[in-house]
Nanobody, 123 residues
Framework: QVHLVESGGGLVQAGGSLRLSCAAS????????MGWFRQAPGKEREFVAT????????YYADSVKGRFTISRDNAKNTVYLQMNSLKPEDTAVYYC????????????????WGQGTQVTVSS
């Protein structure tokens, strides 16, 4: 059974930083691209960042480009999202997801999802 478990969320002031982690089990992690998505109250889930299986290809939403960095450690079956210069509009539940195949920004392509971790940025 596949499990994706996010951690590292919390409350932070605007301009601060957080590092999210997503630990994967029950799948051959190195064969999956990984993505981060987020959903704010009353809004649809949106793409944040994705990384391919090897870690060599990364894509970001325009809203986070230059502030967020996605990375992965295949030895630890973990994907990370380093979030810097946080803004109140970054407040959301953040989800990690796994997809067979290339890095992808389309949420419907993803095979497995975590339960999410709350990130709240105060102004």
């Amino acid at each position: 059974q596949v499990h994706l478990v996010e951690s590292g969320g919390g409350l932070v002031q605007a301009g601060g930083s957080l590092r999210l982690s997503c630990a994967a089990s029950g799948l051959t992690f190195r064969n999956f691209a990984m993505g981060w998505f987020r959903q704010a109250p009353g809004k649809e889930r949106e793409f944040v960042a994705t990384v391919n299986a090897s870690g060599g290809t990364k894509y970001y939403a325009d809203s986070v480009k230059g502030r967020f960095t996605i990375s992965r450690d295949n030895a630890k079956n973990t994907v990370y999202l380093q979030m810097n210069s946080l803004k109140p509009e970054d407040t959301a539940v953040y989800y990690c997801a796994a997809v067979r195949g290339p890095a992808n920004s389309w949420s419907r392509r993803y095979d497995y999802w975590g339960q999410g971790t709350q990130v709240t940025v105060s102004s």
